[in-house]
């Protein structure tokens, strides 16, 4: 067996680019101990059988080295943040789950996500949010949480680990302990959330104790400051000793992982001061480092950690409890059997990711009494939907087609499709105003225009023509307070295929 001289790194979960092992990542699986390795779908994913290749090549890796088995992660969350892509399937995501209020439903779901991971080799999902969307303001949330109801999210939250553990993929929550109210986004800056301790306890937290008491193997920091916890918002809880220490183990009585949120994210220090908020973090009770792709920056924070470790700036007490943690979480993933690749996007998940999309449509308003539909054979329907595209980096929406136009025309052929910006410009909506005057029926799809008010200009210029609406919030449900002037309006919280799919079906009265 090879005997390296130090457990440092065990406590890093790296990240790379390519389809296969890099040289540089078997030489250091070689030579030494790592936590393990994050994969994410631009940088390492084509298709499930290539993904399972690249695991058991990695593992092999290990093996070899006489490594303790990997932990490989991955954030498939469904919705909005898929990191494994086409050929998996492709669930609505948490506030569709939402909108079910089926805590059998997201147990069912979650149990696919972990055979479909743990069929490709994945063993950790970063994954599921238990942030509340208190804020419908905040930027890097929206339809990644289960709603802002906490009993809720804690009921739904701690279904889906319990049906994904039953797999032998760890469930991670996050992002520990709860920034919902964010009103900016950490991969940018430190948010603060400001609320008291009694506040705290009745809202963003429940989740968390519901989501611990299912048996979460992992919980990720979030990078935004707790003064109600810390007594300061000069630092976020992942470098907290009061949070990770005294509040997760010693006050909810977390036995497992704790893993930091990625450590490019501009809530954290960058560059070469970024050692000290990681021997922070190391200091605080945190177990893991979720180290990104640069090279430099993971031999930078590897080198600064063993030099801190030999300096006893960090000692013993700090690493030993958490490779114990980090071994055992190892040897529970490697004592489950993986399944056969075929579980992913099987028949069987497509069922339930149709099911998941049906249950989730929900009907605002139909003031005007649209619906179901019922158009003559030659009525043309005007299609707008904005163009997918990442809003946050914890995106995936740009991989993902256009689709309304297609679900529509299965009902009802005669559909044009009209695609618009995001950002749509005074022109442009002009444009497209005078092309769809002269349609039977205009389905007017948005995508979070409750915070772009190009988006909200395009739906009231269109509301104005005398063309029977229907319109749709796509992502976030709160497009309706930009256009209250729609009639007939309905949320799907989801631009997959599925849900466009229900959505017409929901319009022409299918179910």
């Known amino acids: 067996m090879n005997q390296q001289p130090d457990p440092i790194g065990y406590k890093l979960m790296l990240a790379f680019a390519g389809r296969t092992p ?46 303790a088995p990997l932990l490989i992660a991955t954030d498939q969350e ?5 990191a494994m892509g086409e050929g998996t399937t492709q669930f609505a995501g948490n506030m569709a789950l939402g909108a079910t209020r089926d805590p059998e439903l997201a147990r069912r779901v979650g149990r696919a996500i972990g055979h479909e991971l743990a069929a490709m080799g994945i063993n950790v999902n970063y994954a599921p949010v238990l942030d509340l969307n208190t804020n419908p303001r905040n930027p890097s949330l929206g339809i990644r949480a289960f709603g802002d109801d906490p009993i809720l999210a804690a009921t739904l939250g701690a279904a889906l680990v319990e049906g994904m553990q039953t797999t032998g993929v760890a469930a991670t929550l996050k992002h520990f302990p709860g920034k919902g109210e964010a009103a900016v986004d950490s991969h940018y800056k430190m948010p603060v959330i400001a609320h008291s301790r009694e506040r705290l306890d009745a809202v963003e937290f429940p989740p968390f104790h519901a989501g611990i008491a299912a048996g979460a193997k992992l919980l990720m ?31 909810l009585g977390f036995d497992g992982v704790i893993i930091t949120d990625a450590l ?7 560059g070469a001061g970024q050692i000290i908020d990681v021997i922070a973090a190391v200091r605080a009770g945190v177990d893991l480092m979720l180290v990104m792709l640069d090279a430099d920056t993971q031999e930078r924070l590897y080198g600064g950690l063993q030099l801190a470790y030999t300096r006893e700036l960090i000692d013993d007490s700090h690493v030993q409890p958490s490779v114990e943690r980090i071994l055992a979480l ?46 003559p054979a030659a009525a043309r329907i005007a299609a707008v939907m904005p163009r997918p595209k990442d809003l946050t980096p914890a995106d995936t929406s740009s991989t993902i087609t256009p689709h309304l136009a297609a679900a529509l025309r299965a009902y009802h052929p005669p559909v044009d499709e009209f695609i618009t910006d995001h950002l749509p410009s005074d022109d442009e909506i002009a444009a497209l105003r005078e092309r769809v005057a002269g349609y039977d029926l205009l389905v007017l799809s948005t995508i979070n225009a409750s915070m772009q008010p190009e988006q909200a200009a395009l739906a009231n210029a269109l509301l104005q023509l005398d063309v029977p609406t229907v319109t749709v919030a796509l992502r976030t449900p709160y497009d309706l307070s930009v256009y209250p002037a729609a009639q007939t309006h309905l949320c799907t919280y989801s631009i997959q295929p599925a849900s466009l799919d229900a959505l017409a079906g929901a319009l022409f009265g299918d179910f």
Not at 78 to 82: D, E, F, K, N, S
Request: aromatic share 6%; with cysteine.
């Open 22 to 67: 890099p040289a540089r990542i078997l030489d250091w699986i070689a030579a030494r101990r790592v936590g393990g390795f994050s994969l994410f779908r631009p940088h390492n994913y084509d298709n499930p059988g290539q993904v399972r290749e690249l695991t058991a090549a990695l593992q092999h890796a290990a093996r070899a080295a006489g490594q």
């Open 78 to 82: 469904g919705g909005q943040l898929a």
């Open 221 to 251: 920091t979030g990078h935004f400051a707790l003064p109600a916890l810390t007594g300061t918002s000069a630092y976020p809880a992942t470098v907290a000793r009061r949070v990770m220490t005294d509040f997760a183990r010693g006050e």
């Open 264 to 270: 490019d994210m501009g809530a954290i220090t960058q």
């Open 330 to 375: 190892k040897e529970w993933a490697v004592a489950q059997p993986q399944p056969d690749l075929s579980v992913v996007g099987c028949v069987e998940h497509r069922a339930l990711e149709a099911e998941v999309a049906r249950r989730s449509i929900t009907l605002v308003r139909d003031t005007a009494g649209l619906l179901p539909l019922r158009l």
